[in-house]
């Protein structure tokens, strides 16, 4: 029963209008919805009325005021048929009651800490009320919501407050809120209960005032602070960048402790997973203040990247997806440091993307087919559509991508719009093809570029010749050639770019050559010096690129590159090619190479006073353990890995040790904590060399940890020192988790860092104290960050004890996916996806990933989440 995009029809149904009335109650909650329903004229005439519905329980329901007999519908596990409706506008009426109490999938409505919210995107609209659950149904919602004023004071939904007041004679109250705004079901919300809040005002750029809100649990105000702050900023960069204006008369934001994900868009009432917004200088660390700028971001953009134009089906996730997180990481480049950002962000797309597209669960940013749509919310759809839209921009320039994206606001707000829809506005706003351009999101894997480079003295030419390959995925054996935009620069001997003149006399426009072929040369003339060709700057585009650059030439880059990203790039491009190395003689019983190179490049760094703190703590950060397991591809050996990292930040310990030492006093704090991005790189830099020079627990650098933890006045330094502590020095280990955790023992979003760095330690005990984590009051299978804190650290950021090669690390997840499934589906589904790389591990530990699988497989009366995850992690390669 997969779902395909080929077989997409419109709806034969339309709805005008949606008035519900949710009598809130903790297990037995009421809505009465009334919808206001047409045929569609683009639909198949005299089609019945097929609503969604899921563990709904149907009280009664009325065509036109009339109550329906028996047989004038059906119901099924999924649907609610009205038979043979009259066609025309017509009335229905349909009483449903839920249990947000029991509701442990955390979709439709439910509770967090005794409030009630919702989550429906993707499908979650149909447990609350039966209706057509599909985005291109757009409805203009008023919502009434009645609870007893003492459990739920707050009761908010989209769009605008209407009136609000007591029910007479009883001990309950109401709320009216009204949306203009048509919008599909996913994009209701509704939140009732005892909450804080936090408010403040904003001006759009036309003088319009808008009601700022952020809602918390009693007694957590004061960190809600920093939220408002980024909400604010967003809300004039999205005036200023995009010419996007917000359109309701309030915008409010919800937090709440359990969610499923980071956050949700709903119109005018964001609803956020409390980690995103909740932040004190105790309590978060500089990374959880620039998560939340972002998401916070993330979230409002959507006003009108998903909700003014939304998608008309759920393949064209990325449409909104990738779009919102480009335009959030713009948004954070603008407020913080564009290149450092720049650099987490290529991070994150190879540490999370770039595995996806390698492994069993590799899909098209844009699926063609899929059976539980909830597994595609995946970095393919987020990060590399948000790449996608990079390259868009790389390709067509400042101007150009700002007229597309002006054509598009103009040409489709107020619609379900597809893929082809938006690359269309570009085509159009700038006259140009996009035809081989579009294969960007049909084709999934990870495009290989290989690159050489002939320097010829006599005819003072210098040639590029360029290979592209993109190797099969699932479902996808042949692939054709991609459109790669790949800025470079020639660097001469002096470290200054050469001029780029094409042998056709054109310059290379903006530094940017366009790649389309199988195989492609480029030649440059005048180049009367050998230049090093410093290739895909700034990362403009997500491939996975090898070239004939030497050692020698990528030492060069590290310290002379005009491009920042490609400096932190050349280094790190030394680091992993070293540690692949590495891992194979270790392998072999050979004496491991020497990282001289990287020394040198990383010294260079260090000493270099001109370069951003930040830029700087990036670079000395060598690549995680899975960035190398990734780079060798198939039998992989995570311990050897290990065990040669851990050699390389040694040596890198104890050769830069003056530079480290060095550069940790002088980043010494010189006021009170302050979360900007400047204080923050600060920190970052003393930080990252304290994790060096207490690499493999030397006891002087022992000693400045021990300093460290007991000094720190916030949790960036603290948490850093810790996890130090925890990672390099067993004896002061337990000591300072202890400490940890009876001063932040009440405080669950620190207790999580505390559980995700337990479980992430490299030693075979940890299986055995994440067990016994389990079993700790602080944790709980019901909260879906702690579950992800403990677990999904264990499974997806401990190479070692997760691929132990007893297998006892894959039972443990196994199991814990099994636990989970009964209660919460989703959280389960992503869990097991850690399994995606089981395919390139080396045979033993291959044989009980697979294992593993099968079991979890077998297991009968598994969610279509698992079942759908599983089912392809071991379909056949
Ligand atoms: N649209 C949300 C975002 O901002 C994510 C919601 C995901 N929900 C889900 N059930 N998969 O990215
Ligand atoms: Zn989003």
Redesign the pocket.
């Known amino acids: 029963q997969p779902v395909r995009l080929s077989d997409y029809r419109p709806p034969d149904w339309l709805v005008d209008t949606v008035h519900l009335d949710v009598r809130l109650h903790p297990t037995a909650t009421r809505i009465l919805a009334r919808l206001a329903l047409r045929p569609n004229p683009e639909g198949r005439e005299g089609s019945p009325i097929v609503l969604d519905g899921d563990e709904l329980s149907l009280k009664s329901i009325a065509l036109d005021g009339t109550p329906l007999a028996g047989s004038a519908y059906v119901t099924t596990a999924g649907t609610l048929t009205v038979l043979a409706p009259p066609q025309r506008a017509l009335t229905l009426e349909i009483e449903t009651v839920v249990d947000p109490s029991a509701n442990t999938k955390l ?1 439709g409505l439910y509770r967090s800490s005794g409030a009630y919210c919702t ?1 429906c ?2 499908e ?1 609209f149909r447990r609350i009320t039966y209706f057509p659950d599909r985005p291109d149904v757009l409805a203009v919602y008023t919502t009434r919501i009645e609870a007893e004023r003492e459990e739920a004071p707050v009761l908010l939904a989209n769009g605008n407050p209407v009136e609000s007041g007591a029910v007479e004679g009883t001990s309950r109250h109401y709320a009216i809120w009204h949306d203009p705004w048509p919008k599909p079901s996913y994009l209701f919300a509704l939140v009732g209960g005892r909450l804080d809040r936090i408010t403040d005002h904003f001006v759009t750029a036309t003088g319009k005032k808008v009601e700022l809100g952020i809602y918390v649990e009693p007694g957590k105000t004061e960190r809600a602070g920093y939220a408002m702050d980024a909400l604010k900023r967003s809300m004039r960069w999205d005036e200023e960048v995009f010419g996007c204006e917000y359109d309701l008369d309030v915008f409010n934001i919800v937090a709440v402790a359990d969610f ?6 709903n119109k005018g009432l964001n609803i956020f997973n409390d980690k995103y917004v909740l932040a004190s200088p105790e309590t978060a660390t500089d990374a959880d203040y620039a998560n939340i700028e972002g998401i916070i971001a ?2 409002y953009f ?1 006003n009108w990247t ?1 909700n003014r134009i939304t998608c008309r089906d759920w393949f064209q996730l990325c449409l909104k ?1 990738g779009l ?1 997180v480009f335009r959030d990481q713009e948004f954070s480049s603008d407020q913080r440091s564009r290149p450092v950002k720049r650099i987490s962000d290529v991070r994150l797309l190879k540490g999370h993307q770039f595995p996806e597209d390698a492994g069993p669960l590799a899909h098209p940013v844009r699926p063609s087919t899929y059976r539980e749509i ?1 597994n595609f ?1 995946t970095a393919t759809v ?1 990060e590399k559509g948000a790449e996608v839209v990079r390259m868009l921009k790389t390709l067509l320039g400042e101007e150009g991508f700002r007229a597309g994206m002006d054509l598009y606001f103009d040409r489709h707000d107020g619609d379900a719009a597809t893929v082809e829809d938006f690359l269309a506005c570009f085509a159009d706003a700038n006259g140009i093809d996009l035809t081989q351009f579009a294969l960007w999101y049909a084709q999934s894997g990870t495009p290989h570029l290989a690159v050489s480079g002939h320097w010829d003295a006599q005819a003072r030419t210098y040639r590029l010749d360029v290979v592209q390959t993109l190797p099969p995925t699932p479902g996808q054996p042949e692939k054709q050639p991609m459109v790669i935009p790949l800025a470079l620069g020639l660097v001469g001997p002096d470290g200054n770019d050469l001029p780029m003149r094409l042998d056709d006399g054109t310059n290379a426009e903006r530094g940017v050559l366009l790649v389309t072929r199988p195989r492609q040369s480029f030649v440059f003339r005048d180049v009367a010096e050998r230049p090093v060709a410093s290739l895909n700057r700034g990362f403009s585009a997500p491939v996975k690129l090898t070239s004939d650059l030497t050692t020698q030439d990528l030492v060069f880059l590290a310290r002379h590159d005009a491009d920042p990203f490609n400096r932190f790039d050349a280094a790190q491009t030394i680091a992993l090619a070293h540690l692949v190395e590495a891992t194979a003689a270790r392998r072999a019983g050979r004496d491991l190479p020497s990282p001289a190179a990287l020394v040198e490049a990383l010294g260079a760094t260090l000493s270099d006073a001109t370069l951003d703190p930040a830029f700087i703590a990036q670079a000395l950060s060598v690549p995680s353990e899975s960035d190398v397991a990734r780079e060798i591809a198939d039998d992989v050996d995570p311990d050897a890995i290990h065990d040669v990292r851990q050699a390389l930040r040694r040596a890198l310990s104890a050769a830069l040790r003056p530079a480290l030492e060095g550069a940790y006093d002088r980043h010494a704090p010189t006021g009170a904590y302050a979360p900007d991005a400047a204080s923050a790189g600060r920190r970052a830099l003393r930080n990252a060399c304290l994790d060096l020079l207490a690499a493999g627990g030397t006891a002087p650098g022992l000693a400045r940890a021990l300093a460290h933890f007991r000094d720190a006045d916030n949790m960036t330094d603290r948490f850093l020192a810790l996890s130090v502590l925890a990672h390099n020095a067993p004896d002061a280990r337990e000591e300072a988790l202890a400490a940890f955790y009876e001063r932040f023992r009440d405080d669950p979003l620190v207790v999580d860092k505390w559980l995700a760095l337990q479980a992430q330690i490299a030693e075979p005990g940890t299986l055995e104290r994440v067990r016994g984590l389990t079993g700790h009051p602080a944790f709980s299978w019901g909260n879906p960050n702690r579950v992800r804190s403990l677990v999904g650290s264990f499974a997806g950021a401990n190479q070692t004890q997760f691929n132990r090669a007893d297998g006892a690390g894959h039972d443990f997840v196994a199991d814990a996916v099994l636990e989970l499934d009964g209660r919460n589906p ?1 959280v389960a589904a992503r869990l097991l996806a850690a399994f995606k790389s089981w395919r390139s591990l080396e045979p033993g530990r291959r044989a009980s990933a697979e294992r593993a699988l099968r079991r979890v497989a077998a297991k009968p009366g598994l969610s279509p989440d698992v079942v759908d995850i599983v089912s392809r992690s071991l379909e056949p390669a």
């Open positions: 979709m989550q995107e993707a979650g499923n994900m980071g956050a949700m868009e993330h979230e959507h998903g997806e919102t909830n919310y987020y989703q």
